[in-house]
């Protein structure tokens, strides 16, 4: 049977159409209605037009597109260990970047974590386990990889002359690579630290020196003073503990730098761990020296506060530890599962600047 129109057909369902979209579906079934009732005097649809109604109204009522998957929640994205390359007037290099678990929040900070000799950014980074550590507290991790056409060994060149220096050689390139994660990432750029091993930590003693404007704190395990060394020979002569006393104290009054050194440590020598401290103690007023017994090692904590209270230099001396990441993941070269967890307590030192 064919169910004759309504004149104003058209009308009326461009009007349910309004009404639905307007969330007034009363008056949309009101307009369906009015337009199937078709010519005055056709008679009401037969209980066999009353399914062709029934198809008609559940087309309209569900002419909004069907909901599709519910969107990604910042949480739904998962944490990311990626590869990069960063291209720099004084040499370009590699890294390996870990970005924690999307949140509503910003990252609360950027670590840029300095492998030591032979070592990569990988080996370094499950060594020290911090992808683990900045995933619960929302860190981004930045591993420049060193070049091994630039140094055979994979050390960071610390003691050459022209890579101790603001704006010149790896310094440059290493400052200006954090700088870049921080603007595309969207870290606070008063939360970004650095921190190395061995020759890493070396380095992250000059970036500490070179750049206060850009890193608030930093890291040195088993490491060297900024302007321990001018030269290869120089290099060997202060790794024995024999060094020129050439260091070069930080520029600025206050720049913060928590150090871990084994006093068994027959690569670098222990007493380095002294002068490092030292460099960066302008401002200190008072000392704190406490016994601990960690991870199965006993240490020496020595802290020195400014006339406020913060924290400018801690110590930590791990006895009867060698040159290894203390605390870290025996998997990874140089790193020992005995001893306080140096990442832990790097991030902890970090995050109360």
């Known amino acids: ?83 990069g390359h960063f291209a720099h007037r004084a040499g370009a290099r590699d890294y390996r970047l870990f970005t924690p678990s999307a949140r509503a929040e ?31 507290h929302n860190v981004v991790v930045l591993y420049p990889a060193q070049s091994r056409q630039m140094n055979a060994q994979g050390c960071w060149n610390w003691f050459k002359h022209n890579h101790q220096r603001r704006d010149k050689g790896e310094p440059a390139i290493l400052a200006d690579m954090a700088r870049q994660i ?25 970036l500490a020196t070179a750049y206060p404007d850009v890193f608030a704190a930093a890291g040195v395990h088993s490491g060297l003073p900024a302007g321990a060394a001018r030269d290869l020979p120089g290099a060997l002569a202060a790794m024995q503990g024999k060094g020129q006393g050439g260091w070069a104290p930080s520029p600025a009054p206050g720049t913060r730098v928590i150090i871990f050194h084994g006093d068994a440590d027959a690569t670098v020598h222990p007493g380095n761990a002294d002068h490092v401290a030292n460099a960066h103690r302008t401002g200190a007023t008072a000392r704190q020296e406490t016994r601990l017994e960690c991870g199965g090692r006993t240490c020496t904590r020595r802290i020195h506060q400014d006339g406020n209270g913060r924290i400018v230099t801690e110590q930590w001396v791990i006895h009867g530890a060698g040159h290894a990441w203390s605390g870290g993941d025996a998997t990874g070269s140089y790193a020992d599962a005995k001893g306080p967890d140096a990442s832990t307590e790097m991030l902890r030192f970090f995050l109360e600047t």
């Open 1 to 83: 049977m064919k169910v004759p129109m309504h004149p104003q057909f058209g009308q009326l369902m461009k009007d349910a159409t309004a009404h639905t979209r307007a969330g007034d579906l009363d008056a949309a079934m009101a307009a369906i209605r009015q337009a199937l009732k078709g010519s005055p005097g056709v008679a009401p649809a037969t209980p066999q037009n009353a399914d062709l109604v029934i198809d008609i109204d559940a087309r309209l009522i569900g002419s909004e597109p069907a909901a599709g998957p519910a969107p990604c929640r910042a949480a739904d994205l998962p944490a990311r260990f990626v590869s």
């Open 106 to 136: 910003p990252p609360r900070a950027l670590i840029v974590m300095l492998h030591g000799c032979t070592q990569n950014p990988d080996d370094f980074a499950r060594g020290t386990r911090m992808n683990a550590l900045a995933e619960v």
């Open 182 to 206: 921080v603007h595309s990432h969207g870290v606070d750029t008063a939360k970004v630290y650095v921190a190395g091993l061995s020759a890493g930590g070396a380095m992250a003693a000059i």
